[in-house]
């Protein structure tokens, strides 16, 4: 499984992007998709996680402000993160999740200024 991720950038606080995960194959083949993401100097981290049967899943310090979300069609899956705080600047992954094996995508840099 390939994933390309895309779409992060600099933005102010209090702004949006949208973050995109293209994957190689249909992306209800796969039980989970997640984003990730890691700050210099700390763990990666489970931001966001979407199931093949469509349940979510959040980090507390998102909740409410980022939604993961899927386009079957593109084989994509999306992160569209509202009201950023200078706290979610990190490097953000697409993951693929299917049983004994984890994928990554490469990592898509955001930055929110404050």
């Known amino acids: 499984v390939q994933l390309q991720a895309y779409g992060g950038g600099l933005v102010q606080a209090g702004g949006s992007l949208r973050l995109s995960c293209a994957a190689s194959r249909s992306v209800l083949s796969m039980p989970a998709m997640n984003w990730y993401r890691q700050a210099p100097g700390n763990q990666r981290e489970l931001v966001a996680g979407l199931t093949s049967a469509d349940s979510t899943a959040y980090a507390d310090s998102v909740k409410g402000r980022f939604t993961i979300s899927r386009d079957i069609a593109k084989n994509t899956v999306y992160l569209q993160m509202n009201d950023l705080k200078p706290e979610d600047t990190a490097v953000y992954y697409c993951?693929?999740?299917?049983?004994?094996?984890?994928?990554w995508g490469q990592g898509t840099q955001v930055t929110v200024s404050s």
């Open positions: 993951n693929a999740y299917i049983p004994l094996k984890n994928y």
